[in-house]
């Protein structure tokens, strides 16, 4: 009997201790769930660390690789968070000591099935619970993350952190390499130029952001932004931030225009659609390197209005 109740003591103090985290993402390409395997690898190593993963499963799939038109078709819904629906996931618990959160960015805004979880009704567990994401992307984030930046905040959650790895092509190569990369599933489509995603040093850099995690959940210390501040975890490249913001605003009119064509008739929008692909090219062609010169010349006048933008965007971990 004394055993018997030695042990049953025993495990409830380890139960007590243990912290539980759970992972929540979408990995179309199966990129981001690498990224998130580096990150989780120190932390499995942990017996007092329990690790849940739910996958999002959207209820009607998304194909990868991605079919020209269909891919397109997704920017409306995605930039006006009015994500397709997703399927309930199945948790084990009702509350959790850390959420991570990975997500890709479409069209300056997180993907769709991230959406569509931070707007159900199963979200409400993050409220009052420490929040970290993650972010696999091409190299423009900020928008996406100003996004569930506010969906969190409506759900009552602390972001504590953000880790963001972004393509190791520089930005004219993988605007080739990158939709090369989605319409073909073929990283390395074009031989004469980089391999599209994330380099596979920048992979393993994740797990310095998971060790960081070890001794503080060992040790109880606070879950709070100090967390990966001074680990270079975010990078914020000026000559982009206004390119997301003209951006963001031109598909944010562009994505209410073919919304309001749908309603009126499929094959309006999808002409609408056609339109639209023209427009963007012309837009990354003309647009984001016109807006790249401008700010270079501007950049000594707005010198500290760029200096607070980015210590901004990089909140909560900073650069």
């Not at 567990?125 to 930046?149: S, Y």
């Not at 073909?184 to 599209?196: C, E, I, M, T, V």
């Not at 062609?285 to 607070?308: D, G, I, M, N």
Request: charged share 20%; aromatic share 12%; glycine share 4%.
């Amino acid at each position: 009997i004394y055993n018997v109740a030695l042990n049953y003591i025993l495990h409830l103090i380890m139960s007590q201790s243990q912290k539980h985290i759970l992972v929540i993402s979408y990995s179309q390409t199966g990129q981001l769930n690498e990224l998130t395997q580096h990150f989780l690898e120190p932390l499995r190593q942990q017996e007092n660390i329990a690790i849940e993963v739910a996958q999002i499963k959207p209820i009607q799939p998304y194909s990868f690789p991605w079919k020209f038109i269909p891919f397109f078709n997704q920017f409306p819904e995605s930039v006006h968070l009015k994500p397709a629906p997703i399927e309930t996931l199945i948790l084990q618990r009702e509350k959790y000591d850390l959420v991570i959160i990975a997500y890709s960015v479409w069209f300056l805004s997180p993907s769709q099935p991230i959406t569509a979880f931070l707007q159900s009704e199963q979200a409400k567990i993050l409220k009052n619970t420490p929040v970290i994401t993650l972010i696999g992307c091409r190299n423009m984030w900020l928008m996406a993350q100003e996004k569930v930046k506010k969906m969190l905040t409506v759900l009552d959650a602390n972001l504590i952190g953000n880790v963001v790895k972004t393509d190791q092509s520089n930005a004219w190569a993988s605007f080739i390499t990158t939709p090369a990369w989605m319409f073909s599933g073929k990283k390395r489509y074009f031989s004469w130029l980089p391999s599209a995603g994330i380099s596979d040093a920048d992979m393993q850099d994740m797990q310095r952001f998971g060790r960081r995690l070890v001794p503080v959940l060992n040790e109880n210390q606070p879950l709070d932004k100090s967390l990966f501040q001074n680990m270079g975890a975010v990078n914020i490249d000026e000559k982009l931030m206004m390119s997301e913001k003209v951006g963001h605003r031109s598909f944010y009119i562009w994505g209410k225009l073919l919304l309001k064509c749908g309603q009126i008739s499929p094959v309006f929008r999808q002409v609408g659609l056609y339109f639209y692909i023209v427009f963007l090219i012309i837009l990354i062609l003309t647009v984001v390197p016109l807006s790249a010169v401008v700010k270079r010349l501007l950049k000594p006048l707005l010198k500290e209005k760029l200096a607070r933008q980015r210590r901004y965007f990089a909140e909560p971990s900073g650069e």
